[in-house]
């Protein structure tokens, strides 16, 4: 009984500090009236207040509120989606100006309703903030729109400056914690994206907790390298109700801090590994990091030529 108590009680290092100060309450309102959604609130994202009160960020949910999955870590409702809102983009690319943000996150519901996975809303989406916003770098994170070739083509065409699709879990756990998404489906998708723009950094996120082994971790991060992603981000798995998985494992800091070392030896641009890191957490110093590292690396492996 007491080994069952020290699983499911959460560690001092989790504890998170609420902030509702004017820039999260002003957020929240414009969210609301330009009837916008975010990964943020609907997934119960632990770091909403230090994003929104603090870092003035959000990532952006698409394509409604309601996904056709039911994965069993996610708290995102599930059901019968309502019609598409083609008028969404475009508020999007608003909001994103009204915000005056450098790195924007895009995600969205997986929509196995649409014939195209919702891509072409998501690369209307990526279109509409550039025109409005040209200076910002884009980050999408959709699903794996069912494997269709033709769906991530649109989405890749819209040259988004970042591909992110989330491989979640380790290949054991994938049936058990995933909806219809498969875990090969993911590294296929992620290898076809680079395929298609060679120049776009791809990312993936794992989350832990679930009953994984460290092996199994890391022969995540093989298979990711192996299909050239160049981002990777490591975070707990935490249970946002009762009727999701259970909470195997909190990993401890120092943990993670090692995970991030073994990821960063295996030829990631970055790894961000924490606690209460998520896939689009401090996503903007994701990107400047990776690319600081990645030019690094070419210097010490002599591959930079000089112009």
């Known amino acids: 009984m007491a080994k069952k108590e020290e699983h499911v009680r959460k560690p001092e290092w989790l504890k998170i500090k609420l902030n509702t100060n004017e820039s999260y309450t002003n957020l929240k309102k414009m969210m609301r009236e330009k009837k916008l959604h975010t990964v943020c609130e609907e997934a119960r994202c632990p770091n909403i ?35 598409l809102d083609l008028q969404e983009p475009e508020r999007v690319a608003d909001s994103v100006s009204d915000m005056g943000l450098k790195h924007v996150v895009i995600t969205a519901v997986a929509r196995d309703d649409l014939k195209d996975g919702g891509a072409e809303v998501f690369a209307e989406t990526v279109r509409a903030i550039r025109r409005k916003n040209p200076f910002c770098t ?21 040259r988004p400056n970042i591909m992110n699709h989330n491989i979640e879990t380790v290949r054991r756990l994938s049936p058990r914690v995933r909806a219809r998404a498969t875990y090969d489906r993911t590294l296929e998708f992620l290898r076809r994206a680079k395929e298609m723009h060679d120049d776009i950094p791809t990312k993936s996120s794992l989350m832990i907790g679930l009953g994984e082994t460290k092996e199994e971790i890391i022969e995540t991060m093989d298979d990711l390298r192996a299909n050239n992603v160049n981002i990777m981000t490591i975070g707990q798995y935490l249970q946002p109700t009762k009727k999701h998985l259970k909470v195997q494992k909190y990993y401890h800091p120092d943990e993670f801090a090692e995970l991030r070392e073994i990821a960063m030896s295996k030829g990631f641009s970055h790894c961000e590994a924490g606690p209460l890191v998520r896939s689009s957490y401090h996503a903007d110093e994701q990107v400047n990091q990776a690319q600081v590292n990645e030019e690094a690396r070419k210097v010490q492996d002599g591959t930079t030529v000089n112009s």
Do not use: Y
């Open 138 to 158: 884009i980050e999408v994170l959709p699903s794996d729109m069912l494997g269709n070739e033709n769906s991530l083509k649109t989405l890749m065409d819209a």
């Open 49 to 83: 207040h230090e994003c929104w009160a603090v870092r003035k960020t959000a990532t952006f949910m698409i394509l409604g509120d309601i996904c056709t999955r039911a994965c069993r870590f996610c708290a995102v409702k599930t059901g019968l989606p309502t019609e």
